[in-house]
Structure formats: structure tokens, C-alpha cells
């Protein structure tokens, strides 16, 4: 079986085949790199490895080798295309915009946005900031140009590699700009957008029409490229509740997310949502537009994995069910809890493991290693060759 097989079964809610599992990401490039062997590293393996221009190459057969091999190490299920995309849920060009590196110090570096949003990344302590966020004023958006998504040239090295990966029987995934997200992302201030939602919602609705077309077009796009599946990051939740009321969630962004869904089953695809936060409020919404596979459900953001499961799996699939705390616990409740969720999993099916903030830079190899081989064994995968 291959993982697109594998993926495909379990969205079509086959209980025979193992659970899935793909870790959301990385804290960054080096802990990708010190938890899989050195033979399984490529380049660009994190988003922030770009080159001083907007790179729209293939990545290449020698890269996506060591980016199967990586994933089959590190338990990765998804092959998420895109410079730098496979390690950082959700990111890479050519559906969300490409970031170039403006400047790399020891401790930090700064790279910029098709949009001219600039991200700061400074590495001990961690700390990441966007900024000169360009929009403010309906005037500043009717004045900023956006890259063409109709460009041939944007999807070029996509598809190459794209065929490439389809090739080897994986399961491609291509990343797009979320619609809420991807405004205080790249267009505008994530404070003022939520403000504008409020006392400013002619603003809102104007970038949501330059966005959001944006997005669809590049979606369809990268579907006809051959892609399996877009994903988006749409944080809609804090760990508490909604980040706006769930009247502004159906006026604003349902009708795009709808959109989104509609058009690229249409072409045969499938659209995966990431979305921290405690989000049950709008879940019913969520069906109603259609998504395939939505994460990352953290029962620590008020998400009842046993109830979702229920409830929701006979209409997406779940992706997620891990506190983000999960690395910081001790072994036996590590091995408990992965135990748990498999068995959730194998009862109503149409679920994957994933954690939901990325695995941090204090774990170890051995500690990784030791959790893996638990994850394989108690999902099912070592009675089938070739899954992971």
C-alpha cells in the first residue's frame, strides 16, 4: 500500500488499514536535522533556509528523495511540497507567498514576503515577529500589487515535483494562504485586523476580495499541477475560545472557506484546515463547508478528543489529539496516551495522529526515537511494510 492509498482509505473511513500519523513540525531546521539521521537531510528543509530571491525551482529528485526518507524516519505521512513547507505545517510557496532572506546573523535573520511583510526570527531565545505589514488603508490595498497566481511560471518547479512525488506513490499536499490568517500574515497587523472586523469591516471585506480570489486561483492551480490536497492555516481559536464571534466567522470567512472546498472537490482535490484553538463553536460551520481534514484538536484548548471522534469523523477526518505538552510528560504517560489515541483511532476511524505545536528543540534523539517506535507499533504500521 501507498500513503496516497493509505490516506485515501482512511478519508474513505476503512478501518482495516493502520492509523496515520504525521508530526506537525519542527521548532526549526536544526531539530529537524539532530532527530533524523544525515543522510535523510535536504535542502531547504525549513522555510527560512530561501535564498536572497523568490525561489520558484524544483526542488529536484535528490531533495524529495531525502524528503521521503526523512518523513518515512520522522513518521510523516503527508509529503508537503514547497521550499521549506515539509517541516513547517501549512507554509511554503507557491499558494502562500514566497519569502526571499534579507539577512542571516548568528542569533537571527529576516526574510520578506512577496506582499513586502517582513519576518523577524530570532533563534536563542526563540522569539518571531512580522512586521511593515503594508495595509492600514483601503487606499494602501487599491495601491499594493500582488504577485500574478495565473503566472505559469509560479507553478513550474511545483509540478515537477509534484510528478516526482506521485511517482513514488506519496500522498502530495501544497500549501495555501489561510483567508483570516493570511490577512495579519501578510496584508495587514494582526491587532488592526481584529479591530477592523469590528469598526472597520469595508476593509475587511475589500481584502477578503483581493485574498481571497488570490487563494482560489492559486488552489485550483496547484490541483491541475497534480496536487493531492491544499492545506491552510486559519487559526480561528485561542486556547480559550474564538478569536471573533461566530456571526463574524459566518459572514466573513465561511462563504471563502465554502468557496475553497467547493472548488477544489470539483477538480478531485481534497483541503485540509489547520486551525489552533478552541474552535467547537464553529465546528458544524466547518462541516458545512466542507473540509477533508481539519487540525490540530489540543485537548488542552478546550477540544474533547473522545467527543470529536463521535461526533465529527464520520465527516472529516481528525488529524491531531495531542496536547501540545505531550513532549514534556513522562514516558509512561507518553506511552498511555499513544495507546489511547490508536484505540480511538481503530474504533470510528478517520483519524491521524498529530501533535499540535511542533516538536520542541529540548527533545532528544533517544526520547524521539522511543516515542516512534511506540506510535508504529501501537497504530498498527509494523504489520504493514512500507507504511509509517
Same mark, same amino acid.
Given at each position: 500500500?501507498?500513503?496516497?492509498?493509505?490516506?485515501?482509505?482512511?478519508?474513505?473511513?476503512?478501518?482495516?488499514?493502520?492509523?496515520?500519523?504525521?508530526?506537525?513540525?519542527?521548532?526549526?531546521?536544526?531539530?529537524?536535522?539532530?532527530?533524523?539521521?544525515?543522510?535523510?537531510?535536504?535542502?531547504?528543509?525549513?522555510?527560512?533556509?530561501?535564498?536572497?530571491?523568490?525561489?520558484?525551482?524544483?526542488?529536484?529528485?535528490?531533495?524529495?528523495?531525502?524528503?521521503?526518507?526523512?518523513?518515512?524516519?520522522?513518521?510523516?505521512?503527508?509529503? &508537503?511540497?514547497?521550499?521549506?513547507?515539509?517541516?513547517?505545517?501549512?507554509?511554503?510557496?507557491?499558494?502562500?507567498?514566497? &519569502?526571499?532572506?534579507?539577512?542571516?546573523?548568528?542569533?537571527?535573520?529576516?526574510?520578506?514576503?512577496?506582499?513586502?511583510?517582513?519576518?523577524?526570527?530570532?533563534?536563542?531565545?526563540?522569539?518571531?515577529?512580522?512586521?511593515?505589514?503594508?495595509?492600514?488603508?483601503?487606499?494602501?490595498?487599491?495601491?499594493?500589487?500582488?504577485?500574478?497566481?495565473?503566472?505559469?511560471?509560479?507553478?513550474?518547479?511545483?509540478?515537477?515535483?509534484?510528478?516526482?512525488?506521485?511517482?513514488?506513490?506519496?500522498?502530495?499536499?501544497?500549501?495555501?494562504?489561510?483567508?483570516?490568517?493570511?490577512?495579519?500574515?501578510?496584508?495587514?497587523?494582526?491587532?488592526?485586523?481584529?479591530?477592523?472586523?469590528?469598526?472597520?469591516?469595508?476593509?475587511?471585506?475589500?481584502?477578503?476580495?483581493?485574498?481571497?480570489?488570490?487563494?482560489?486561483?492559486?488552489?485550483?492551480?496547484?490541483?491541475?499541477?497534480?496536487?493531492? &490536497?491544499?492545506?491552510?492555516?486559519?487559526?480561528?481559536?485561542?486556547?480559550?475560545?474564538?478569536?471573533?464571534?461566530?456571526?463574524?466567522?459566518?459572514?466573513?470567512?465561511?462563504?471563502?472557506?465554502?468557496?475553497?472546498?467547493?472548488?477544489?472537490?470539483?477538480?478531485?482535490?481534497?483541503?485540509?484546515?489547520?486551525?489552533?484553538?478552541?474552535?467547537?463553536?464553529?465546528?458544524?460551520?466547518?462541516? =458545512? &463547508?466542507?473540509?477533508?481534514?481539519?487540525?490540530?484538536?489540543?485537548?488542552?484548548?478546550?477540544?474533547?478528543?473522545?467527543?470529536?471522534?463521535?461526533?465529527?469523523?464520520?465527516?472529516?477526518?481528525?488529524?491531531?489529539?495531542?496536547?501540545?505538552?505531550?513532549?514534556?510528560?513522562?514516558?509512561?504517560?507518553?506511552?498511555?496516551?499513544?495507546?489511547?489515541?490508536?484505540?480511538?483511532?481503530?474504533?470510528?476511524?478517520?483519524?491521524?495522529?498529530?501533535?499540535?505545536?511542533?516538536?520542541? =528543540?529540548?527533545?532528544?534523539?533517544?526520547?524521539?526515537?522511543?516515542?516512534?517506535?511506540?506510535?508504529?507499533?501501537?497504530?498498527?504500521?509494523?504489520?504493514?511494510?512500507?507504511?509509517?
Amino acid at each position: 500500500m501507498t500513503k496516497y492509498e493509505w490516506i485515501k482509505a482512511v478519508l474513505n473511513g476503512n478501518k482495516d488499514v493502520p492509523v496515520p500519523q504525521h508530526w506537525m513540525s519542527f521548532f526549526n531546521g536544526a531539530v529537524a536535522k539532530k532527530l533524523s539521521p544525515k543522510e535523510y537531510h535536504y535542502t531547504p528543509m525549513w522555510m527560512y533556509e530561501a535564498p536572497e530571491h523568490f525561489d520558484m525551482t524544483a526542488m529536484g529528485p535528490d531533495a524529495l528523495d531525502k524528503m521521503i526518507q526523512f518523513n518515512n524516519y520522522t513518521g510523516r505521512c503527508f509529503s &508537503c511540497l514547497g521550499k521549506g513547507a515539509n517541516i513547517s505545517w501549512g507554509h511554503g510557496g507557491p499558494g502562500e507567498f514566497f &519569502c526571499k532572506l534579507i539577512s542571516r546573523s548568528e542569533n537571527e535573520l529576516i526574510a520578506e514576503y512577496e506582499t513586502g511583510v517582513r519576518a523577524k526570527v530570532q533563534f536563542n531565545p526563540h522569539f518571531y515577529h512580522n512586521y511593515d505589514h503594508p495595509v492600514k488603508t483601503l487606499d494602501d490595498l487599491n495601491n499594493l500589487q500582488l504577485p500574478d497566481p495565473k503566472d505559469p511560471q509560479r507553478y513550474i518547479g511545483f509540478t515537477e515535483d509534484v510528478r516526482y512525488l506521485k511517482s513514488k506513490g506519496e500522498y502530495v499536499v501544497g500549501s495555501l494562504n489561510g483567508f483570516f490568517s493570511g490577512i495579519h500574515y501578510f496584508l495587514m497587523e494582526y491587532t488592526e485586523t481584529l479591530m477592523a472586523l469590528i469598526d472597520n469591516q469595508e476593509l475587511i471585506t475589500a481584502l477578503l476580495d483581493r485574498l481571497g480570489e488570490w487563494n482560489i486561483t492559486a488552489a485550483k492551480k496547484m490541483i491541475q499541477c497534480g496536487a493531492d &490536497c491544499v492545506c491552510l492555516c486559519d487559526d480561528l481559536g485561542s486556547k480559550t475560545s474564538l478569536l471573533m464571534a461566530p456571526s463574524l466567522y459566518r459572514e466573513f470567512f465561511k462563504p471563502w472557506h465554502k468557496r475553497l472546498c467547493d472548488e477544489v472537490h470539483a477538480l478531485g482535490g481534497d483541503v485540509h484546515l489547520h486551525s489552533h484553538g478552541a474552535i467547537t463553536k464553529i465546528l458544524d460551520d466547518l462541516v =458545512e &463547508c466542507g473540509f477533508d481534514f481539519i487540525n490540530p484538536f489540543d485537548p488542552e484548548e478546550k477540544n474533547d478528543i473522545n467527543l470529536l471522534m463521535e461526533k465529527y469523523s464520520p465527516h472529516f477526518v481528525i488529524v491531531g489529539g495531542f496536547p501540545a505538552s505531550f513532549w514534556e510528560w513522562a514516558n509512561q504517560d507518553q506511552e498511555d496516551y499513544l495507546k489511547r489515541i490508536a484505540d480511538l483511532g481503530k474504533k470510528y476511524g478517520r483519524l491521524i495522529f498529530m501533535d499540535s505545536g511542533g516538536i520542541p =528543540e529540548n527533545v532528544s534523539p533517544e526520547d524521539f526515537d522511543r516515542i516512534s517506535q511506540i506510535s508504529r507499533q501501537v497504530r498498527g504500521v509494523k504489520d504493514h511494510p512500507g507504511l509509517i
